[in-house]
């Protein structure tokens, strides 16, 4: 059988099931953008409609092993199933720019997120940044955020003091900005307690990560060009 000639514009998907292996060979970037949701169709995203056990010595999977793995032998089937659910060999440069993406998400989360329990203020990104070099964090581009920071947060707290920290805000925005900035209130936390006034003004208690009280004041304040009153509720 011929080996199928691998460049850089072909890479492999990779799925087992129940001990047997299966590969498909791919297009890298139009798969990466499958395999993230922002593409719906296959077409355009396989290189041959070929499933190998092997894909460097061209082993096809047999009938019976697909048909046992996937209840189909319809190619383009199986490989939609493996891109959903198999592992992706990403380039070396899609796999530096995904880490690097979903490294920021994680420092800005915990910048927004935490603070230094002494001084109760958020560490700037940079410190968490170096943080995350001196504990050799290790990023996962696939995993969201959520199932990760855990975790990283725990590697971090040998380097740097962290803790997390809520406080409640006392706000009231005048009525021609109130409705645009009820969303903006949302998106920063959760809203204790609002009041719709007699003069369409809104007064709400929000509920906020102490990090993130200084970008509720700056967006907020641009929201309601500097005339919204926000104090620390007691």
Same mark, same amino acid.
């Given at each position: 059988?011929?080996?199928? *000639?691998?460049?850089?514009? =072909?890479? *492999?998907?990779?799925?087992?099931? @129940?001990?047997? /292996?299966?590969?498909?060979?791919?297009?890298?970037?139009?798969?990466? @953008?499958?395999?993230?949701?922002?593409?719906?169709?296959? +077409?355009? =995203?396989?290189? !041959?409609?070929?499933?190998?056990?092997? !894909?460097?010595?061209?082993?096809?999977?047999?009938?019976?092993?697909?048909? /046992?793995?996937?209840?189909?032998?319809?190619?383009?089937?199986?490989?939609?199933?493996?891109?959903?659910?198999?592992?992706?060999?990403?380039?070396?440069?899609?796999?530096?720019?995904?880490? #690097?993406?979903?490294?920021?998400?994680?420092?800005?989360?915990?910048?927004?997120?935490?603070?230094?329990?002494?001084?109760?203020?958020?560490?700037?990104?940079?410190?968490?940044?170096?943080?995350?070099?001196?504990?050799?964090?290790? =990023?996962?581009?696939?995993?969201?955020?959520? @199932?990760?920071?855990?975790?990283?947060?725990?590697?971090?707290?040998?380097?740097?003091?962290?803790?997390? @920290?809520?406080?409640?805000?006392?706000?009231?925005?005048?009525?021609?900005?109130?409705?645009? #900035?009820?969303?903006?209130?949302?998106?920063?936390?959760?809203?204790?307690?609002?009041?719709?006034?007699?003069?369409?003004?809104?007064? =709400?208690?929000?509920? *906020?990560?102490?990090?993130?009280?200084?970008?509720?004041?700056?967006?907020?304040? #641009?929201?309601?060009?500097?005339?919204? +009153?926000?104090?620390?509720?007691?």
């Amino acid at each position: 059988m011929n080996t199928p *000639i691998m460049d850089t514009k =072909v890479t *492999i998907v990779r799925f087992s099931v @129940e001990g047997e /292996k299966f590969e498909i060979l791919v297009k890298p970037d139009p798969a990466l @953008e499958f395999k993230l949701g922002k593409r719906k169709d296959i +077409s355009g =995203v396989l290189i !041959s409609d070929e499933i190998y056990s092997d !894909s460097n010595k061209g082993t096809r999977a047999s009938t019976e092993k697909l048909m /046992k793995a996937f209840k189909t032998t319809d190619p383009v089937a199986v490989a939609t199933i493996m891109l959903q659910k198999g592992d992706l060999n990403l380039t070396t440069d899609q796999r530096r720019k995904m880490v #690097s993406e979903k490294r920021k998400q994680i420092v800005d989360f915990i910048s927004k997120t935490y603070v230094d329990p002494r001084s109760h203020l958020p560490h700037p990104p940079l410190r968490i940044e170096q943080a995350m070099d001196d504990a050799r964090v290790s =990023v996962d581009p696939f995993r969201n955020t959520d @199932e990760q920071i855990k975790e990283i947060l725990e590697q971090l707290r040998s380097i740097i003091p962290l803790k997390s @920290e809520n406080m409640l805000l006392e706000i009231l925005v005048p009525a021609q900005f109130a409705a645009q #900035s009820y969303s903006v209130l949302k998106s920063f936390g959760t809203l204790k307690k609002e009041e719709w006034q007699s003069n369409g003004a809104l007064k =709400v208690i929000l509920d *906020i990560p102490a990090a993130a009280r200084a970008n509720v004041m700056d967006r907020l304040g #641009s929201v309601t060009k500097g005339t919204a +009153s926000i104090e620390v509720a007691k």
